[in-house]
């Protein structure tokens, strides 16, 4: 149903133009980078991938294909608003697409906050809100079933940014991302995102040869630490006691728990 219903839009966005934000203070030249940033793109520009946040916005805006393949929290969503907004200064469209409804959803109202009511629309199976609008989030089925039908609201597309592109390497759906990519003008600018692909480089090889040249950005730094546990009976034990090293004393209750069942 209609996402809107549920928690309702962002206070004061409801029909508003969106201000101009400045998104980039440190690029070296006066660029669209260093006028469209927000505290968002601050924190991540100063985190530990805040290199990777500002060259991969820089590759947006001269244009380039990108691929960015970084761990959650690094700052990919940045550079796909970024995206937007590019295209948006640029008077073109911008397509975000998802691979589940729940995600596209959550853009939607991301992408609402960011840009206002007014310009940003959303297309899944079930829903269709604002679907002139000039930044649409969508399911990536939507996209693949617009280029074969032709539609016309690939008018003045300026660029997508597919994110969970990961997705391509699907056995049962992984053919949408595929035919999405190999289908969409030559003109569209396209912005892949994710943060499991695990062959980024020969995957960006694929990209260039089918989209053009791909900047390639890739980053192995988790800003959010990922910690393992194993619960034993009503315990919850640490999976590794440093790097590669399995936690002794997990053995060690098994063995116990073994001895008391015999």
Same mark, same amino acid.
């Given at each position: !149903?209609?996402?809107?219903?549920?928690?309702?839009?962002?206070?004061?966005?409801?029909?508003? #133009?969106?201000?101009?934000?400045?998104?980039?203070?440190?690029? #070296?030249? =006066?660029?669209?980078?260093?006028?469209?940033?927000?505290? /968002?793109?601050?924190?991540?520009?100063?985190?530990?991938?805040?290199?990777?946040?500002?060259?991969?916005?820089?590759?947006?805006?001269?244009?380039?294909?990108?691929?960015?393949?970084?761990?959650?929290?690094? /700052?990919?969503?940045?550079? !796909?608003?970024? +995206?937007?907004?590019?295209?948006?200064?640029?008077?073109?469209?911008?397509?975000?697409?998802?691979?589940?409804?729940?995600?596209? =959803?959550?853009?939607?109202?991301?992408?609402?906050?960011?840009? !206002?009511?007014?310009?940003?629309?959303?297309?899944?199976?079930?829903?269709?809100? =604002?679907?002139?609008?000039?930044?649409?989030?969508?399911?990536?089925?939507?996209?693949?079933?617009?280029?074969? +039908?032709?539609?016309?609201?690939?008018?003045?597309?300026?660029?997508?940014?597919? #994110?969970?592109?990961?997705?391509?390497? #699907?056995?049962?759906?992984? +053919?949408?991302?595929?035919?999405?990519?190999?289908?969409?003008?030559?003109?569209?600018?396209?912005?892949?995102?994710?943060?499991?692909?695990? =062959? +980024?480089?020969?995957?960006?090889?694929?990209? /260039?040869?089918?989209?053009?040249?791909?900047?390639?950005?890739?980053?192995?730094?988790?800003?959010?630490?990922?910690?393992?546990?194993?619960?034993?009976?009503?315990?919850?034990?640490?999976?590794?006691?440093?790097?590669?090293?399995?936690?002794?004393?997990?053995?060690?209750?098994?063995?116990?728990?073994?001895?008391?069942?015999?």
């Amino acid at each position: !149903g209609d996402p809107r219903r549920h928690g309702g839009l962002p206070p004061g966005k409801h029909g508003s #133009d969106p201000e101009p934000v400045q998104w980039c203070s440190d690029l #070296d030249r =006066n660029s669209l980078a260093r006028r469209a940033g927000n505290r /968002g793109y601050r924190a991540s520009r100063e985190g530990p991938n805040g290199v990777v946040v500002v060259q991969a916005c820089q590759a947006v805006e001269d244009g380039k294909a990108v691929l960015v393949a970084a761990p959650t929290g690094a /700052g990919k969503t940045v550079v !796909g608003e970024f +995206a937007a907004f590019s295209s948006l200064s640029r008077g073109k469209k911008c397509f975000y697409t998802t691979p589940i409804k729940a995600l596209s =959803n959550q853009k939607y109202f991301e992408f609402v906050e960011r840009f !206002g009511e007014d310009r940003v629309g959303l297309l899944t199976g079930d829903t269709n809100i =604002n679907s002139d609008a000039d930044v649409l989030v969508m399911t990536t089925e939507v996209l693949r079933n617009m280029l074969y +039908a032709n539609s016309s609201t690939l008018t003045n597309l300026g660029s997508v940014v597919m #994110d969970e592109v990961h997705y391509l390497a #699907d056995k049962f759906r992984g +053919a949408v991302w595929e035919e999405v990519l190999i289908h969409l003008m030559e003109s569209v600018q396209v912005i892949s995102l994710s943060a499991t692909v695990s =062959n +980024a480089e020969e995957f960006g090889e694929w990209l /260039g040869e089918v989209r053009g040249s791909t900047e390639v950005i890739v980053s192995e730094i988790r800003p959010i630490p990922l910690y393992q546990h194993v619960l034993i009976g009503n315990r919850l034990i640490d999976l590794f006691v440093e790097p590669g090293r399995v936690n002794p004393e997990i053995l060690g209750l098994e063995i116990g728990r073994a001895s008391c069942r015999e």
